[in-house]
């Protein structure tokens, strides 16, 4: 008997929740090489990586001068001149824009791979943000199976007990049941949880992508740090989200500066070249010579409308850029301020939970001191080992939300 309470004694302990806590930069060095993963996999991001240098060569493509034109013509009917009849016209022609157009393009080509270059850093900041939260979520979801598990393992003992007991008649075939019936409740919590687990994991491998069955080690236990920021979180003033906006105004100013260029007269220079052949019925001076005439061309956009209506569209686009800036911000700050109620909510509650647990385990010990002395009720037993996975659950899904909101901070303030 001496035995048996000894060891009820023992496994009792398994009523309070002991986290072995880690340290947060332990988990967050896994998370981190997870993130890591994802970003050097993830077809997005390739994608954006792609339209990116696509941007850039842009800026090969407008650094160029307009086609130049050669053109060649034959006499059908030879026009006579004096030194002979026409046979032959050769030309060529170059266009050139006005000075300083080929480097408005390239300013403005520049802009628009400036742009495209922060949506990469927008979907990275996203991609990390969803790592993140799915792995919490996992490790929520393994850090609540292991609890069940050991309240499994606790039940089998007052199972145990239960039947001794009922063989010296201080318990009942009620009280038996009863236990088996919370051990199947927890076996089917247990292997829901599972399932869940699973459908999870694959989530996280195609957040990573790779294959759907690699297993996704987490960290065994979090905690919520003891000191909070005492500084006010705020968006970041250059978060990606923002800055593309910003990136997006520029490409705008420099599209203008390019349509007053393309609004300035454009310089033309060729040369044609006729081929004369020599007259027969007559001997001249410089029979037969053939012509050679530089052009020089002008084109004035004398009817401009165009380009005052491209100047009036910039003008708009920006002030349409400025407002979705701003209502951006203000989407962004509210996120924030939300993300840091919950968090902060979180903490409570944990605060709370942990104070519950501790006025769990001074009910345990008076379940052991019952048991020592010959009298257990088996009903009390179960109401306190219900409660105990209550609160040890709750912790858990404190501490999941107060880090998937941290990582929401993380993603609008830093």
């Given at each position: 008997?001496?035995?048996?309470?000894?060891?009820?004694?023992?496994?009792?302990?398994?009523?309070?929740?002991?986290?072995?806590?880690?340290?947060?930069?332990?988990?967050?060095?896994?998370?981190?090489?997870?993130?890591?993963?994802?970003?050097?996999?993830?077809?997005?991001?390739?994608?954006?990586?792609?339209?990116?240098?696509?941007?850039?060569?842009?800026?090969?493509?407008?650094?160029?001068?307009?086609?130049?034109?050669?053109?060649?013509?034959?006499?059908?009917?030879?026009?006579?001149?004096?030194?002979?009849?026409?046979?032959?016209?050769?030309?060529?022609?170059?266009?050139?824009?006005?000075?300083?157009?080929?480097?408005?393009?390239?300013?403005?080509?520049?802009?628009?791979?400036?742009?495209?270059?922060?949506?990469?850093?927008?979907?990275?900041?996203?991609?990390?943000?969803?790592?993140?939260?799915?792995?919490?979520?996992?490790?929520?979801?393994?850090?609540?199976?292991?609890?069940?598990?050991?309240?499994?393992?606790?039940?089998?003992?007052?199972?145990?007990?239960?039947?001794?007991?009922?063989?010296?008649?201080?318990?009942?075939?009620?009280?038996?049941?009863?236990?088996?019936?919370?051990?199947?409740?927890?076996?089917?919590?247990?292997?829901?949880?599972?399932?869940?687990?699973?459908?999870?994991?694959?989530?996280?491998?195609?957040?990573?992508?790779?294959?759907?069955?690699?297993?996704?080690?987490?960290?065994?236990?979090?905690?919520?740090?003891?000191?909070?920021?005492?500084?006010?979180?705020?968006?970041?003033?250059?978060?990606?989200?923002?800055?593309?906006?910003?990136?997006?105004?520029?490409?705008?100013?420099?599209?203008?500066?390019?349509?007053?260029?393309?609004?300035?007269?454009?310089?033309?220079?060729?040369?044609?070249?006729?081929?004369?052949?020599?007259?027969t019925d007559m001997a001249l001076a410089d029979n037969g010579k053939d012509i050679l005439m530089p052009?020089?061309?002008?084109?004035?956009?004398?009817?401009?409308?165009?380009?005052?209506?491209?100047?009036?569209?910039?003008?708009?686009?920006?002030?349409?850029?400025?407002?979705?800036?701003?209502?951006?911000?203000?989407?962004?700050?509210?996120?924030?301020?939300?993300?840091?109620?919950?968090?902060?909510?979180?903490?409570?509650?944990?605060?709370?939970?942990?104070?519950?647990?501790?006025?769990?385990?001074?009910?345990?010990?008076?379940?052991?001191?019952?048991?020592?002395?010959?009298?257990?009720?088996?009903?009390?037993?179960?109401?306190?080992?219900?409660?105990?996975?209550?609160?040890?659950?709750?912790?858990?899904?404190?501490?999941?939300?107060?880090?998937?909101?941290?990582?929401?901070?993380?993603?609008?303030?830093?």
């Amino acid at each position: 008997m001496e035995g048996r309470k000894l060891s009820f004694k023992s496994l009792l302990v398994l009523f309070t929740l002991h986290f072995s806590f880690l340290t947060y930069n332990s988990s967050a060095q896994q998370l981190e090489s997870y993130i890591q993963v994802a970003e050097e996999n993830n077809p997005q991001i390739q994608s954006f990586n792609l339209k990116y240098e696509i941007a850039e060569e842009k800026i090969n493509e407008v650094n160029a001068y307009p086609d130049t034109e050669f053109g060649i013509g034959y006499f059908v009917s030879e026009p006579e001149t004096r030194t002979g009849p026409q046979k032959l016209r050769l030309s060529v022609r170059q266009m050139l824009p006005w000075f300083g157009t080929i480097t408005a393009r390239e300013n403005y080509a520049g802009s628009m791979a400036d742009a495209e270059y922060v949506e990469i850093a927008v979907a990275k900041r996203q991609l990390a943000l969803a790592v993140a939260q799915a792995y919490y979520r996992l490790y929520a979801n393994e850090a609540k199976q292991k609890i069940l598990q050991e309240n499994i393992e606790l039940l089998e003992t007052f199972h145990e007990l239960a039947l001794n007991s009922l063989e010296v008649g201080s318990a009942s075939a009620v009280d038996v049941l009863r236990l088996q019936m919370r051990q199947n409740d927890l076996a089917q919590q247990k292997e829901s949880l599972e399932q869940e687990f699973n459908a999870e994991e694959v989530l996280f491998n195609n957040l990573l992508n790779r294959e759907e069955n690699l297993s996704v080690k987490v960290v065994d236990s979090l905690f919520i740090p003891e000191t909070q920021p005492n500084e006010k979180e705020r968006v970041a003033e250059v978060h990606p989200e923002l800055l593309k906006f910003d990136k997006l105004y520029e490409s705008v100013v420099e599209a203008e500066k390019l349509n007053l260029k393309d609004a300035a007269p454009k310089l033309g220079f060729g040369v044609d070249y006729v081929s004369v052949a020599d007259r027969t019925d007559m001997a001249l001076a410089d029979n037969g010579k053939d012509i050679l005439m530089p052009m020089v061309s002008l084109s004035i956009p004398i009817f401009n409308s165009k380009y005052k209506s491209v100047t009036k569209q910039n003008e708009l686009r920006q002030k349409e850029l400025q407002a979705q800036k701003d209502q951006r911000l203000n989407l962004l700050q509210t996120r924030l301020e939300e993300a840091i109620s919950i968090r902060n909510s979180a903490r409570v509650t944990a605060n709370t939970f942990i104070e519950n647990l501790e006025q769990a385990k001074d009910a345990e010990e008076i379940l052991v001191r019952s048991y020592e002395t010959g009298t257990i009720d088996f009903n009390d037993v179960l109401e306190i080992q219900e409660l105990q996975l209550k609160f040890q659950t709750g912790l858990i899904e404190s501490v999941k939300n107060y880090y998937m909101q941290a990582a929401v901070i993380n993603y609008l303030s830093k």
